[in-house]
């Protein structure tokens, strides 16, 4: 009313004039609106944009990253975030370890394992033990639509059937073709780790020196729902953390494969190792087929985690302790995730409703 | 053959020129903009030109200007980092409040430049003090926007914006009281 007086209507003309509530109200706000037009004040700018261009045309060339920032990949959050990289490693390792039918591990279906934050401190020390190189890089990318996603990916990006009334129509993809790393065993590199954290950690086995385990990811299509886009501030400081409304992924399982380690040496190694729980222990020496069971790592001071049924086939659900948030995993041919700040039910209802 | 071979670095090269039009095009026709709601904040020319260029750097490194959220993006970036910038000021404050007397001196009416420079922290420390959105409100319709580009901006329905404008320029000037009465 204050900002454009020709916005009322007749009617409301009408009941302001005989109203001294509505009078009274409006008065207050005009006087707030021109108090602060006249606090707000700031000097002329007269911006040279020409020569402001030349500027950020000299500025280090432009490179793809994901266009919004998550908490854990802030930089005082770094040292978890290697931890838990490494962590995501070593559970590779260990799952190949597992799969004592073949030197092939190819998930079928998802299994939960508890793991504290000793584990994972002791399990990624797993990843001192050697080189992890790239042979075919990781390159995420952030595309302005479903078929860009999908011309990346090689298959259709997943598409919900069921979203909440509330849910943001924005959504951002992003997609990755498929990703390869290569794990070499180096004993000489595992002796240095050891005497450097000073633990008694376990010798490597014999002829594991120099084997290689390779692992593949992707491709993968990840929709991010939300205004991702407008709210990351271009200040790596920003205190605006930006939570998106809800996160689909699909990627085609991941693989790894074996040369020289065989499975057994591998899983007494990986037992071996002091510091993980009685508990990560016996979780993974239950697995029933190793072979074709994803491993889920549940952080249980965090996060529980419960079986459910996605889309027919057998999935975990994974919600922290606050009921801020959960999420649900499963494989039906490729890895599906449905991850957001709603409640297991909802998640569970959106996986479900799933097409892809 | 040979034709074929030479299409693809020609296609790029293309590729690569319009992204880099369509970038000047966008910077043109918004820098302005961008960098007067950065003075808003700063209420300090040269550093909200800063600002202004940081927030089109960014912008170029994770988006295509060709994107239809661009204009809005610019928008909430410069008013967010603006603001940022002066949630960072304290220390530095204390350095400009020690060298004003010094620099008052070299203008016509040094009292009131003075009263004035004054006047602007209390209002900046205020504005920096309301929580993120309803600053970024006031400061964006401050700057000339429309309510449909705040809206846009700040991912917002277009309806909300007249009460969260009228709630945060209460919010702003019991905060300025509160900030001048400290």
């Known amino acids: 009313m204050f900002d454009d007086p020709d916005a009322l209507t007749s009617s409301d003309r ?24 006249t606090l707000l004040a700031a000097p002329d700018l007269q ?89 075919t890089q990781p390159q995420p990318k952030i595309v302005l639509s479903a078929a860009d996603a999908e011309a990346i990916a090689g298959f259709k990006a997943p598409a919900a059937g069921y979203l909440p009334s509330t849910m943001s129509k924005t959504i951002t993809y992003a997609a990755m073709p498929k990703a390869v790393a290569v794990f070499t065993f180096d004993a000489g590199k595992a002796a240095t780790a050891a005497a450097q954290t000073g633990q008694s ?55 790894v494969t074996s040369t020289q380690v065989t499975t057994k040496q591998l899983e007494d190694y990986i037992l071996s190792i002091p510091g993980l729980s009685k508990d990560l222990k016996a979780a993974l020496k239950a697995i029933g087929d190793p072979t074709s069971t994803l491993i889920i790592p549940v952080p249980i001071q965090y996060a529980t985690s419960t079986s459910v049924t996605v889309q027919g086939v057998k999935g975990v659900a994974v919600g922290d302790n606050t009921g801020l948030g959960s999420g649900v995993i499963w494989i039906k041919g490729h890895v599906f995730a449905v991850v957001g700040p709603l409640k297991q039910i909802e998640v569970v209802k959106i996986a479900n409703g799933l097409k892809s | 053959m040979a034709a074929n071979l030479e299409a693809v670095p020609e296609g790029r090269t293309r590729l690569v020129k319009s992204r880099e039009e369509a970038f000047e095009a966008l910077f043109k026709s918004e820098y302005a903009r961008v960098a007067g709601i950065a003075n808003r904040v700063l209420a300090d020319p040269h550093e909200a030109e800063d600002v202004a260029q940081e927030v089109f750097i960014n912008f170029h490194r994770l988006h295509s200007a060709s994107a239809p959220f661009a204009p809005a993006w610019l928008h909430r970036a410069a008013a967010h980092t603006a603001l940022n910038r002066v949630r960072g000021r304290r220390r530095r404050e204390k350095r400009e409040l020690a060298q004003a007397p010094e620099e008052a001196s070299r ?13 602007r922290r209390v209002v900046r420390a205020a504005l920096a003090r309301l929580a993120p959105k ?17 809206a846009q901006a700040l991912g917002v329905g277009t309806g909300q914006i007249g009460t969260l404008l009228r709630r945060a320029e209460a919010a702003l000037r019991k905060e300025v009281t509160r900030g001048s009465s400290i």
Request: with cysteine; glycine share 6%; net charge negative.
């Open chain 2, 134 to 150: 309803p600053a970024a409100v006031l400061v964006l319709r401050a700057s000339g926007l429309s309510y449909a580009e705040v």
């Open chain 1, 14 to 37: 009408q009941h302001y004039a005989g109203c001294a509530g509505c009078q009274a109200r409006y008065a207050g706000m005009a006087d707030d609106a021109r108090a602060v037009a």
């Open chain 1, 201 to 255: 950690l376990p010798k490597l086995p014999k002829g594991m020196d120099g084997s290689k385990l390779t692992v593949t990811v992707g491709p993968a299509i990840v929709e991010v729902y939300g205004k991702m886009n407008a709210s990351s501030s271009s200040d790596a400081s920003s205190q605006q953390i930006n939570v998106p409304e809800l996160v689909i992924g699909e990627s085609a399982a991941p693989q």
């Open chain 1, 47 to 135: 911006p040279d944009v020409a020569s402001a261009f030349k500027r950020v045309q000299s500025a280090p060339a432009a490179k793809p990253r994901f266009g919004f920032s998550l908490p854990i990949l802030r930089p005082s959050s770094r040292p978890m975030f290697v931890g838990v990289a490494a962590a995501a490693v070593a559970l590779a390792v260990v799952a190949t370890a597992f799969a004592n039918v073949l030197p092939l591990f190819q998930p079928k279906t998802v299994e939960p394992v508890p793991v504290t934050v000793a584990d994972i401190q002791s399990l990624s020390a797993l990843s001192e033990y050697g080189t992890l190189t790239w042979s």
């Open chain 2, 107 to 119: 203008t016509v009416d040094p009292q009131q430049m003075l009263e004035v420079g004054e006047d």
